[in-house]
Nanobody, 121 residues
Framework: QVQLVESGGGLVQAGGSLGLSCAASGRPRYLTAMAWFRQAPGKEREFVAAITSGGSNTFYAESVKGRFTISRDNAKNAVYLQMNSLKPEDTAVYYC??????????????WGQGPQVTVSS
């Protein structure tokens, strides 16, 4: 069983920066990618970024490309999301996920609790 515990998030003004961390305990043998998704009120959960098991490849949603950076530290079983130049439309609950590499949320097996990120204009 894998548990994902997130930290970070909060309230920031537009143009500011925030960082999210996700620590994984346990490691199923098929665990490869880790990713971040987000869900704004009244909207479906959407893909934000993903990183392969070794950290050599990263993928981003077009809406965050150039502003967000995903990284991981396998020695710590952790993944991070650095968010810069934040916009009010980035406001959402952000979820860490672990499983096979995909932009589809339904393919991920494990999820964090989802810290709130609020960007004020």
């Amino acid at each position: 069983q894998v548990q994902l515990v997130e930290s970070g998030g909060g309230l920031v003004q537009a143009g500011g920066s925030l960082g999210l961390s996700c620590a994984a305990s346990g490691r199923p043998r098929y665990l490869t990618a880790m990713a971040w998704f987000r869900q704004a009120p009244g909207k479906e959960r959407e893909f934000v970024a993903a990183i392969t098991s070794g950290g050599s490849n990263t993928f981003y949603a077009e809406s965050v490309k150039g502003r967000f950076t995903i990284s991981r530290d396998n020695a710590k079983n952790a993944v991070y999301l650095q968010m810069n130049s934040l916009k009010p439309e980035d406001t959402a609950v952000y979820y860490c996920a672990a499983g096979p590499m995909s932009r589809r949320s339904d393919l991920y097996n494990y999820w964090g609790q989802g810290p709130q990120v609020t960007v004020s204009s």
